[in-house]
């Protein structure tokens, strides 16, 4: 079983929409989570954190539920700029990180 | 702002060729990573290291060699290239002051081995 898995995608979405990607992860005793984004080419950069009491960021939010293991990362009013691959992330108290395979997102004008 | 580089953006190599990529980071962070990516797989790792000569495998280190001899560099080997070694090669770094933080990537490497 993968340590983290993620639905691919692709979500292709209209500007304005609200799109939700979730992730679920296998080791309960993960400590931290994060949302990365990659753009096409180009290496992952730290979205946000993800922290068990949720957190939001703008027009992102991210939310926790540790008894089913699982992470979401919500979009409101989608841009076009938010086509990327997010990438749903998880490390240990190894300092060990597992990467989902990505959600592709696109958003059409 | 972290930095972190890799002293190539695009490299081709042939089976059998010794390949080295190094990757640089200038914040002084402990802790250094190799990863590569490929479509549908995701992220990969494949050795990391919390310090200066140590060095701890990851989940994929068969085919590969690491070096740290600098805080501040690390050095993914293929000591003998494969085909089957094209890929995106990211390189990344954390502190290392708190377990599981953030962590900053290179622009990465794309090997591509014929």
């Known amino acids: 079983r993968k340590e983290v898995e993620q639905d691919p995608g692709p979500f292709n979405v209209p500007e304005g929409a609200t799109v939700a990607f979730n992730c679920t992860y296998s080791?309960?005793?993960?400590?931290?989570f994060f949302w990365y984004r990659q753009d096409c080419r180009k290496e992952p950069k730290l979205l946000m954190s993800?922290?068990?009491s949720g957190n939001e960021d703008g027009r992102f939010t991210a939310q926790l539920n540790r008894a089913s293991q699982y992470i979401s990362l919500l979009i409101r009013d989608s841009k076009l700029s938010d086509s990327a691959t997010y990438l749903c992330?998880?490390?240990?108290?190894?300092?060990?990180?597992?990467f989902g395979t990505g959600t592709s997102l696109t958003v059409i004008p | 702002d972290v930095k972190v580089t890799q002293s190539s953006r695009y490299l081709v190599k042939r089976t059998g060729e010794k390949v080295f990529l190094e990757c640089v980071q200038d914040?002084?962070?402990?802790?250094m990573f190799w990863y590569r990516q490929d479509p549908g797989l995701g992220l990969r790792l494949i050795y990391f290291s919390y310090d200066v000569k140590m060095k701890e495998k990851g989940d994929i280190p068969e085919g590969y060699s690491v070096s740290r001899e600098k805080k501040e560099r690390f050095s993914l080997i293929l000591e003998s290239a494969s085909t089957n070694q094209t890929s995106m090669y990211l390189c990344a770094s954390t502190t290392g002051v708190v377990p599981g933080e953030t962590q900053y990537f290179g622009p990465g490497t794309r090997l591509l081995v014929l």
């Open positions: 993800v922290y068990s």
């Open positions: 914040m002084d962070h402990e802790n």
């Open positions: 992330v998880v490390a240990n108290t190894g300092n060990q990180f597992y």
């Open positions: 080791n309960s005793a993960s400590q931290s």
